[in-house]
């Protein structure tokens, strides 16, 4: 797949972003190296970033650069946002954070006929994403349509985001047999107990998802996204269409059976940068159960996730050093 960032429709654009297109770059974070398009994206990819973005964000996105961040296990500053869209109201600031080493976070846990615009833009394209043709019937999984209030009011929608720089990985890297290992996860996974299991490309793990209030015992199978349509739905997660995508969705030993976690479903999105990738994590619960008092005080627990993502990111990143070398 080549790396070609490709635009969003103008109806999959934000109104904010469209009222920002006479927004100037002033100030626009350097990649080391120099000239960041350059060193950065192609000519093509920056044609469509600038379709995509306004000036201000496509000059935050090409200066990314993975090059000089630590990847010895040391801590990690996790930002919390209140939106979505992480390049939204601070292109600037949100690629200095990510160049320095951080990873920017977005938390929300409500019952779902509230979902605003930009939930319902971030969740269509994960909700109903599978590697079974036929999730309904082969699965025991419904399906939602995010779009339509009487359905979504069903469930509790627990759903993060979060975004930061993986140095040294590659694209070739990105395997989801490898993803699914159990050397992988134990490394990388914060906060979970993993189980034996024989099916491929699945892990089993017990973890909690708001500590002392909500825990899961989840089997995860990862698939690599590879769908040329499917890949470019995923576009309005980000703004642009990712050079490799993995999706986690839960499955059963025995799919007969059915609980109070309904669905769930993570997607993780990778983009090349100038001494790594990328990555933004989307992670998605449905809950049948959690009534909309208790959604309203786990929508307030939001710094655990955001501790959670800082060592998870920590860890990932020295793994991947260990593993594939230092290739900055």
Not at 16 to 45: F, I, K, L
Not at 228 to 239: C, F, N, T
Request: proline share 5%.
């Amino acid at each position: 797949m080549s790396n070609v960032v490709s635009p969003l429709t103008p109806e999959q654009q934000s109104p904010t972003t469209q009222q920002r297109e006479n927004e100037t770059a002033d100030g626009a974070p350097a990649a080391a190296g120099g000239g960041a398009s350059a060193a950065t994206v192609d000519e093509h990819t920056a044609a469509a970033l600038g379709a995509a973005f306004t000036q201000l964000e496509r000059d935050a996105i090409t200066a990314l650069d993975a090059r000089d961040i630590a990847t010895d296990g040391s801590s990690v500053d996790c930002q919390l946002l209140d939106r979505w869209n992480f390049f939204q109201a601070n292109p600037l600031s949100a690629a200095r954070s990510l160049n320095a080493g951080d990873a920017l976070y977005g938390f929300k846990c409500f019952v779902g006929d509230v979902a605003d615009a930009e939930d319902v833009r971030l969740l269509t394209p994960v909700l109903n994403r599978s590697s079974f043709a036929d999730e309904v019937r082969e699965n025991n999984v419904p399906t939602v349509n995010a779009s339509d209030p009487d359905d979504m009011k069903k469930y509790t929608i627990i759903v993060s985001k979060a975004m930061y720089l993986l140095p040294g990985l590659q694209v070739e890297d990105v395997d989801a047999a490898h993803w699914a290992s159990r050397r992988y996860c134990e490394a990388c996974i914060a906060n979970a107990t993993f189980e034996d299991t024989t099916e491929e490309r699945t892990f089993r793990m017990h973890k909690p998802v708001v500590r002392f209030i909500y825990s899961i015992l989840i089997q995860l199978r990862i698939t690599e996204i590879t769908d040329p349509k499917a890949i470019r739905e995923l576009a309005s997660v980000d703004g642009f269409v990712p050079a490799r995508a993995l999706l986690y969705e839960r499955t059963k030993r025995d799919k007969s059976k059915t609980d109070m976690t309904v669905k769930a479903k993570a997607v993780l999105l990778f983009q090349p940068v100038p001494g790594g990738m990328l990555v933004s994590n989307v992670a998605v619960v449905l809950n049948s159960a959690i009534p909309r008092m208790i959604a309203a005080v786990i929508n307030n627990f939001s710094s655990n996730g955001q501790n959670e993502t800082a060592e998870v990111v920590s860890r990932t990143r020295k793994y991947i050093k260990e593993t594939f070398g230092s290739r900055q």
